[in-house]
């Protein structure tokens, strides 16, 4: 019987709440469709260090490769190794938290892998379909991936983070050089410069509470002075509407929605945006929605929990001052 391989995406070492997602979904995928085990594969700098706390996560072997080709991601290069660790693992299933790497990659791992794809699942049927949104989420579908050798990438908010269980697995080092086209350095391209963007506030696709600011704060200079008070004061990460990232009031890895990051934090304010269909798509999963917006008809209301219709350049410091005071 083979394995589901899950890509195990970290941050210098540390695995990633997306990934134990990831691995949350192997399990399920791996009972409905007859896998017999799951493994895991970590590429770049701290690689081992990710792998070897993913082993703890019920995976029966994590591969690693620390090598230069992966010391910042490419596509390419990432692809070809994940397709050579499932094929190295015997895996049938491949999965990916469906990030900006994962969405990168997966698609290329099929065509490597000769695999049918379902991306963004939310969840696994009792029949081994697979559920995923169409329509920016206002369809619901029910997929099914013809037998085989099948790649999967996973939404972030669609199921709870594996927890560490039994013995941790075996960490193996990925042998790439039994792909030739890998050190075809080349075809890779060349990496020119590489920034990464740094920030004391809570990772977005990880906070409990985000605080994302719209297209009506009017400039970046009032997203900071409005936004980032109340941000502070709640201990939350900052997000912004795809119309306050266009109009450069905020950065795009900021950007909530459909082409941007899906969150459902526990507390989810939204100051100044009016609820297009792309946005309501990637935040309408919240726990609890509040909604500050002058115009009664907003879309975003009908999504919120508690909605204010006032003027936010007024009401968004005085909730701030009142967080504060509750706190103090």
């Not at 899906?262 to 946005?279: D, M, R, T, W």
Request: glycine share 10%; aromatic share 6%; hydrophobic share 45%.
């Amino acid at each position: 019987m083979a394995k589901a391989l899950i890509f195990i995406q970290h941050e210098q070492g540390k695995v990633s709440k997306g990934s134990l997602v990831a691995v949350s979904a192997a399990r399920q995928l791996a009972s409905a469709w007859g896998c017999d085990g799951l493994v895991g594969v970590a590429l770049g700098a701290g690689a081992k260090a990710a792998a070897t706390e993913a082993a703890g996560y019920g995976l029966g072997t994590a591969y690693f490769s620390e090598s230069p080709l992966f010391e910042k991601y490419r596509a390419e290069p990432y692809s070809r190794a994940i397709a050579l660790a499932a094929r190295e693992a015997g895996a049938s299933t491949v999965l990916a938290l469906a990030s900006s790497t994962g969405k990168d990659a997966l698609p290329r791992v099929a065509v490597l892998l000769d695999a049918a794809q379902a991306s963004d699942i939310i969840g696994v049927n009792g029949d081994g379909s697979l559920r995923r949104p169409m329509y920016a989420g206002n369809i619901i579908a029910d997929v099914e991936l013809a037998p085989g050798t099948r790649v999967v990438s996973v939404r972030g908010t669609a199921f709870p983070p594996a927890v560490k269980e039994g013995s941790p697995g075996a960490v193996q080092e990925l042998n790439v050089s039994a792909d030739a086209e890998l050190h075809e350095q080349p075809r890779f391209g060349e990496i020119l410069g590489y920034e990464m963007s740094k920030a004391e506030r809570p990772q977005l696709s990880d906070a409990e509470v985000v605080v994302s600011g719209g297209r009506a704060l009017g400039s970046s200079d009032n997203f900071e002075k409005v936004i980032f008070p109340l941000a502070d004061a709640l201990g939350a990460a900052v997000g912004a509407s795809r119309a306050a990232v266009d109009s450069g009031y905020a950065p795009n890895d900021w950007q909530v929605g459909q082409t941007g990051k899906v969150v459902a934090p526990k507390l989810y304010i939204a100051v100044g945006i009016s609820g297009a269909i792309q946005h309501l798509a990637g935040m309408k999963d919240s726990k609890v929605i509040v909604a500050i917006n002058k115009d009664p008809d907003a879309p975003i209301f009908e999504v919120a929990d508690y909605g204010l219709v006032a003027d936010l350049f007024q009401v968004a410091p005085e909730l701030t001052q009142a967080v504060l005071g509750a706190r103090s």
